[in-house]
């Protein structure tokens, strides 16, 4: 129970940090793994509390996916910071094209 | 005795959470989200399952680590604060909700349904065995994401070269 209130609070976290319009690139991919680490714990801890084999799988594959997925989004926003000298969203509207 | 250790850790989750959220410096921010990923690497290794919390700072600290730098870089330009009354008080809640939740709902000393630990020796054999497609899938998707990396640093070498 205690679990997914806290992976449900840190799910709407993230929400609020993508949301939020005063974040930068690292701010935004921030609030992306908070959610993300949300899942992996109630992955995880299904998994042992129910001995559900299925689970603990899903979280091992799930934390590599985000690891490459982060690796990616980094690289990206790099380059993008060396081009535009800035890592602010707002000033770009990137989310409201 | 274990509620108090569980009580903490999720303080800590719940409010490294908060703090990622509150503090718009970068470096603070990056800092709090590291907090965040040990708090739930404790989670694990309390539930014994130490594996995925190492798994998890193995593959998640060091791109944190770059985005510390990429942060660094960016703190000569003007950056925006919250304001220390709105943080104050989102942190205060966030604190008190947790005490609250973990008190209410305590999960005490329930760990393992065998009440084994999670070893990775035995968790990798038996991922093996059973998931074999998963693993090629993971391996292949590494590797695209290696040649994807590999492929927008060298267009940006080759940009600033020109």
């Known amino acids: 129970?205690?679990?997914?209130?806290?992976?449900?609070?840190?799910?709407?976290?993230?929400?609020?940090?993508?949301?939020?319009?005063?974040?930068?690139?690292?701010?935004?991919?921030?609030?992306?793994?908070?959610?993300?680490?949300?899942?992996?714990?109630?992955?995880?801890?299904?998994?042992?509390?129910?001995?559900?084999?299925?689970a603990l799988t899903l979280a091992f594959f799930g934390i590599i996916a985000a690891a490459l997925l982060n690796a990616v989004t980094t690289a990206i926003v790099y380059v993008y910071f060396n081009k535009k000298e800035t890592m602010d969203i707002a000033e770009e509207t990137v989310r409201d094209t | 005795m274990s509620n108090t250790i569980i009580t903490v850790i999720n303080v800590l989750l719940i409010e490294s959470a908060v703090f990622t959220l509150c503090f718009i410096n970068n470096s603070r921010r990056i800092l709090s989200f590291m907090v965040?990923?040990?708090?739930?690497?404790?989670?694990?290794?309390?539930?014994?399952?130490?594996?995925?919390?190492?798994?998890?700072?193995?593959?998640?600290?060091?791109?944190?680590?770059?985005?510390?730098?990429?942060?660094?870089?960016?703190?000569?330009?003007?950056?925006?604060?919250?304001?220390?009354?709105?943080?104050?008080?989102?942190?205060?809640?966030?604190?008190?909700?947790?005490?609250?939740?973990?008190?209410?709902?305590?999960?005490g000393d329930k760990k393992n349904a065998d009440g084994t630990v999670i070893t990775a020796p035995d968790f990798l054999a038996g991922l093996y065995k059973e998931h074999m497609d998963l693993v090629i899938v993971t391996a292949v998707l590494a590797f695209i994401t290696i040649l994807a990396t590999t492929v927008v640093f060298y267009d940006e070498k080759k940009r600033d070269r020109q």
Not at chain 1, 13 to 36: E, H, P, Q, T, W
Not at chain 1, 41 to 49: E, F, H, P, Q, R
Request: proline residues 2%; contains cysteine.
């Open chain 2, 36 to 107: 965040l990923l040990l708090s739930t690497h404790l989670l694990f290794a309390y539930f014994g399952a130490e594996f995925f919390g190492i798994l998890l700072l193995l593959l998640f600290l060091p791109i944190v680590f770059v985005m510390f730098m990429l942060g660094n870089m960016t703190r000569i330009r003007k950056e925006k604060y919250i304001e220390t009354r709105t943080a104050v008080a989102a942190s205060l809640l966030s604190g008190v909700f947790a005490v609250t939740v973990s008190i209410l709902y305590p999960y």
């Open chain 1, 1 to 54: 129970m205690i679990f997914d209130i806290i992976t449900i609070f840190l799910l709407i976290a993230g929400i609020c940090g993508i949301v939020n319009r005063n974040f930068n690139f690292i701010g935004v991919i921030l609030s992306l793994d908070i959610m993300a680490i949300a899942v992996f714990i109630n992955l995880v801890l299904t998994g042992i509390t129910q001995n559900d084999k299925e």
